[in-house]
């Protein structure tokens, strides 16, 4: 029984060594990925290649706050992120302040890693999910409110009068619009495994201490030698061994017993010397 109990606390300790070793390795993943995560989200924010017609002679690229029209030579784009409430469509303008806070989010999850020096990590990542969480769901207004704006005036300029809500007329979805929606889907599960790895904390356990209970006695059977020397489970003291010196006759036990045998008390007779001379001879191991 007493090995198995060693072997099952062996086996925890090696599990939770384990789990400690693979936990800071997953942290250390999700730390990188956060700050792609980052990237993925200011690329998507500055690029004005959200829906585009890069085929007709009068298309262009649009993104949230800029559009770029063709020209002969180049492309020509209008619109500046200061000037954002002067877009004449209210869509962009809420996909645009929406797109804004998932990318300040963002950035301030990354700040946030520098406090793992001076707080707990349980802490650190409490608050990195949830600045990630209000991230995934700004960057899922984003894209959700720009379809909205398909059918305004600038967009059917490049995109042709066959545009509207949700549709796209001659355009066609852009590298940069797909990277705000996995971007989406990347925010949702970096939160979740902030989250997971501030609640599976554990800590490593100390060396277990091992002790074996040798010598334990029955207390319905306890003898005088036994209450003297103690129980190892009850005292917990060293075993004790207790030694009695060979008996060496004397003239006054020869003198007793030849007494005794004369009398037919031999039973009987008690030295109270002999028995204190007994007591004391007696030592420990």
């Known amino acids: 029984m007493g090995a198995k109990v060693i ?22 993943l999700w730390a990188i990925f956060t700050i792609c995560y980052s990237i993925i989200v200011v690329v998507s924010f500055v690029t004005p290649d959200w829906i585009g017609d890069l085929e007709s002679e009068t298309g262009g690229r649009i993104g949230l706050w800029k559009i770029c029209e063709h020209n002969e030579m180049t492309d020509v784009c209008i619109g500046k992120l200061e000037e ?16 804004g806070i998932a990318v300040l ?46 059918n305004s005036d600038e967009f059917r300029k490049i995109c042709g009068p066959e545009a509207n809500r949700f549709e796209v007329g001659l355009c066609s979805l852009r590298w940069a619009y797909a990277l705000a929606i996995i971007a989406c889907i990347d925010g949702c599960i970096l939160a979740t495994l ?13 060396d277990p201490t091992y002790s074996r209970n040798i010598g ?9 030698v036994h209450s003297i020397a103690g129980s190892r489970k009850s005292l917990n003291l060293k075993p004790v061994l207790l030694v009695t010196p ?18 037919g008390t031999n039973h ?7 028995h204190h001379h007994h007591h004391h001879n007696q030592f420990q191991l």
């Not at 501030?198 to 800590?203: G, N, Q, V």
């Not at 334990?216 to 005088?224: L, S, W």
């Not at 009987?268 to 002999?274: E, L, S």
């Open 7 to 28: 072997e099952y606390v062996e086996a925890s300790q090696i599990y939770a060594t384990n789990y400690i070793r693979n936990s800071k390795a997953i942290a250390v």
């Open 84 to 99: 954002m409430m002067d877009m004449p469509s209210m869509s962009f303008q809420i996909a645009t302040i929406f797109a």
């Open 105 to 150: 989010t963002s950035l301030l999850t990354i700040l946030c890693l520098v406090f793992m020096i001076f707080l707990k990590s349980t802490t650190v990542f409490h608050l990195c999910g949830w600045m990630q969480i209000l991230s995934a769901i700004s960057m899922i207004v984003a894209c959700v409110s720009f379809p909205f704006g398909w």
């Open 194 to 206: 902030a989250f997971i790895l501030a609640t599976r904390h554990i800590r490593l356990q100390p």
């Open 216 to 224: 334990t006695v029955n207390n319905a059977y306890i003898t005088d």
């Open 246 to 263: 060979p008996h060496i006759p004397t003239v006054a036990d020869d003198s007793i017993s030849q007494f005794s045998s004369r009398n």
């Open 268 to 274: 009987r007779f008690h030295n109270p010397m002999h």
